[in-house]
C-alpha cells in the first residue's frame, strides 16, 4: 500500500494533524511510540511531554497576537473534539498572568478578552494568593481557561481518527527519505521503522517535536535553526484540609523579573489518587540538550534539589498558608525556534513538518496540527491569517533542493 500522507509523531501534534488530515478518499497513517511503561523507560530512546495529566490552556495565549490566534483557534477546536469523541478535555478554571506592567506585556487582542487587575483585586478574589511581591498588576481571564489533560487530547484525537479510518502504529521511526519508487509517475516516501515496517507514502509529515533532528528524518546534511532545552515541573502534593481552601485556584502565569518567571496549575487529580499543584520554570532554569543520548539522559534524571526547592518556595510564596504533603518532581524538554512561532512549512515537495511548541505545545495542539494536515495535503489557505513567512522554518544548513 502507499499511503497518500504518513504522519510522524504521535504527540500532540501529531494526533491532531492524523485526525483533521484523515478525509475520506484519503489513505492515512500515524506512526509513533506509545507512552512508555515505567519499567520499559530505560530502554527507550524516545520520550515526550505529553505523559502528564495537565497542561496550561486558555482563549488567548496573551502576550502574542498570531500565538493568540492560534490558541483561539485550538481552544475551540479542543471543544470540538470533546463534542465528537465524548472525552472530556478542558477544565475550567480561569487563567491569570500576573507581575509588572502587565497590560503592556498582552496583545491587543487578548485585552479584548481579559479583565485588568491589581495585585490586590487578586487576593480579594482569592483570599488565598498573593501575587504582589512580583508586581502590582494581573490580567484575569474568567472564562474560556484553565487546564487540559495532554494524555486525553492524545487519545481523543487517536480515537478520532482511527474512526476515520487513519491506521495507527505503536512504532520509532528511524529514517525518512525518497524511495525510489513512483506511483502514477509521482516520486514516493520512504519511511523505515525500529520494528522493521517499510512503509511508504506520497507525501510525509514530521510532527516529532524534539527528536526531529535526532533521528535520519530530514534530507541529508539539512539543519534546522531549533533548540531543544531539557526543563522540568515541580508538584506539590495538596492535603485534605488545603484542597477545600485552594480548590478554586485559576492557572497562572507570570510577567515579573525573569529570576522569578513561572507557570502554575491548580490542585488537580493524578494516577496516584493523590491532587498536586503544579509550578514549571519560564526563565534560565534550563539546560541546552544536543544530542539523542543527552535528551534521553535528561528524561531518566532528576532535577536539582536546588532548583525544586526554589520553585517550591516561590510557589508557597503565593498560595499562602498552604502545606503541601510531599513534592515530586517530573523532566520534559521544549522544542524552541528563534521566532518563537512554530515551523509549519514544506521541506521538500514530499516533506513537510509542524515543530516547535516554544513551550505553548498543548495550548496549540489542534489548531497546529489542523494547520499541518491541511498544508502537507496541498491545501491553499492552511495558514487562513497568520502569514505563512511567520511559520516558515528557518536552517542554519537548509536542504539541498531549497
Not at 33 to 50: Q, V
Not at 86 to 107: C, R, T, V
Not at 189 to 207: E, S
Not at 329 to 348: E, H, I, K, N, Q
Request: neutral net charge.
Amino acid at each position: 500500500m502507499v499511503y497518500d500522507i504518513c504522519i510522524v509523531g504521535a504527540g500532540l501534534w501529531g494526533s491532531s494533524a492524523a485526525r483533521h488530515a484523515s478525509l475520506p478518499g484519503r489513505k492515512v497513517c500515524l506512526i509513533g511510540p506509545s507512552e512508555p511503561l515505567e519499567k520499559d523507560r530505560p530502554s527507550r530512546d524516545i520520550f515526550a511531554s505529553h505523559y502528564d495529566v495537565a497542561r496550561t490552556v486558555r482563549k488567548c495565549q496573551g502576550s502574542n497576537h498570531f500565538r493568540s490566534l492560534m490558541t483561539m483557534r485550538a481552544f475551540k477546536g479542543l471543544q470540538d473534539l470533546e463534542g465528537t469523541t465524548g472525552i472530556q478535555l478542558n477544565a475550567a478554571a480561569g487563567h491569570i498572568f500576573y507581575g509588572k506592567d502587565i497590560e503592556s506585556k498582552m496583545a491587543p487582542i487578548a485585552k479584548e478578552e481579559g479583565v485588568l487587575l491589581t495585585a490586590e483585586d487578586v487576593h480579594q478574589r482569592y483570599p488565598f494568593l498573593d501575587t504582589s511581591r512580583y508586581g502590582d498588576t494581573a490580567m484575569l481571564f474568567p472564562i474560556n481557561g484553565g487546564h487540559a489533560n495532554p494524555r486525553m487530547i492524545v487519545h481523543a484525537e487517536q480515537k478520532a481518527a482511527t474512526l476515520q479510518g487513519c491506521d495507527i502504529f505503536d512504532d520509532v521511526v528511524e529514517s525518512v527519505g525518497e524511495s525510489g519508487s513512483h506511483t502514477h509517475g509521482e516520486p514516493v516516501m520512504r519511511v523505515l521503522t525500529k520494528n522493521g515496517r517499510h512503509l511508504l507514502a506520497k507525501k510525509v509529515l514530521l510532527c516529532t517535536g524534539a527528536f526531529t533532528q535526532l533521528k535520519d528524518l530530514l534530507p541529508p546534511s539539512t539543519e534546522l535553526d531549533f533548540g531543544i532545552d531539557g526543563t522540568f515541573t515541580v508538584r506539590l502534593e495538596v492535603g485534605e484540609d488545603d484542597l477545600e481552601k485552594i480548590s478554586s485556584m485559576p492557572t497562572m502565569t507570570s510577567f515579573t523579573d525573569p529570576e522569578w518567571n513561572c507557570y502554575m496549575l491548580p490542585p488537580i487529580k493524578y494516577p496516584d489518587g493523590k491532587y498536586y499543584v503544579k509550578i514549571g520554570p519560564l526563565n534560565q532554569d534550563q539546560r541546552r540538550l544536543t544530542s539523542l543520548k543527552e535528551v534521553k539522559d535528561w528524561f531518566l534524571s532528576k532535577p536539582d534539589p536546588k532548583l525544586v526547592e526554589k520553585y517550591r518556595d516561590l510557589l508557597l510564596s503565593i498560595v499562602k498558608g498552604f502545606n503541601p504533603v510531599s513534592v515530586k518532581a517530573d523532566m520534559c524538554v521544549c522544542s524552541r525556534t528563534p521566532t518563537g512561532l512554530p515551523y509549519c512549512d514544506m521541506v521538500s515537495p514530499r516533506l513537510g513538518l509542524a515543530v516547535g511548541g516554544n513551550g505553548c505545545g498543548a495550548l496549540l495542539s489542534d489548531e497546529v496540527g489542523r494547520m499541518a494536515a491541511e498544508m502537507i495535503a496541498g491545501g491553499e489557505n492552511w495558514n487562513r491569517d497568520i502569514p505563512r513567512e511567520m511559520l516558515k522554518a528557518q536552517f542554519i544548513t537548509p536542504p539541498s533542493n531549497l
